[in-house]
């Protein structure tokens, strides 16, 4: 039997919790070590071994140490394709470019204005650090052009690289639920309709409730 695959890192962080998201929809057995990141323990030298930027998540399966969330989900898909959620990375060339285009787009467009709002509005006033109004300002407007590229896509298509749910709509999910659950970002998806329609189906995915309810669990200490 397979040995489960290591995911190094707390489920409260957006990267982390999108590798959790796929590994669940993939059903691929996992054990999930935690990091302190409060003492800083993704700086330590044994963690910088496996993650050289001291960010999480870091990943292990077998031989093969990974980090970057999205790199980690596509070797997931590809080593996993036919267990679990066997069209998650599609199954054809056109299927896997579409995907990517998609899974590009979140990473390149959508992620550099939601992890500054993430981390300003859901973040910095539990850390007691003083909010960037400026960077709020300007990241919203970005975001607003994001979305309507998307509710533009989503208003001929249910997901947004197919009629399939993809890992391109997976991977927005962890700085979609920190703005839409408890931050004035929330109207920014809202308004838009199919944006609002699209965000309802993909954030009641089974895997993504798991997710949630491991971010509510207390950690381990270490
Ligand atoms: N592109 C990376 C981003 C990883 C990342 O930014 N991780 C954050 C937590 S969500 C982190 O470790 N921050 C601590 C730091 O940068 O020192 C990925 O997707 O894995």
Not at 81 to 105: H, M, R, V, Y
């Amino acid at each position: 039997m397979a040995s489960p695959v290591t995911v190094y890192g707390p489920p409260m962080s957006a990267a982390v919790s999108r590798v959790l998201a796929c590994l669940l929809e993939k059903e691929v057995k996992f054990q999930l070590i935690n990091i302190n990141m409060s003492k800083g323990q993704h700086k330590s030298p044994d963690f910088l071994k496996m993650q050289p930027f001291g960010q999480v998540p870091a990943f292990r399966d077998e031989s093969i140490s990974l980090f970057e969330s999205r790199a980690i989900c596509r070797y997931v898909t590809e080593k996993y394709a036919n267990q679990g959620n066997i069209i998650l990375f599609g199954t054809n060339p056109s299927e896997k470019a579409s995907i990517d285009q998609w899974l590009e787009a979140e990473s390149q467009s959508f992620n550099p204005p939601t992890s500054t709002l993430v981390f300003q509005l859901a973040f910095a006033p539990r850390m007691k650090i003083k909010q960037d109004e400026g960077a709020i300002k300007q990241s919203k407007e970005k975001l607003a052009k994001v979305l309507d590229v998307y509710n533009g896509r989503l208003a001929s298509s249910r997901f947004l690289a197919s009629e399939e749910f993809s890992l391109a709509d997976l991977s927005h999910l962890p700085n979609a639920q920190y703005l839409v659950n408890g931050t004035e970002v929330e109207e920014l998806f809202l308004v838009r309709e199919n944006v609002r329609r699209w965000w309802k189906e993909i954030s009641s995915r089974e895997s993504w409730k798991k997710v949630i309810d491991m971010q509510k669990s207390p950690l381990p200490k270490n």
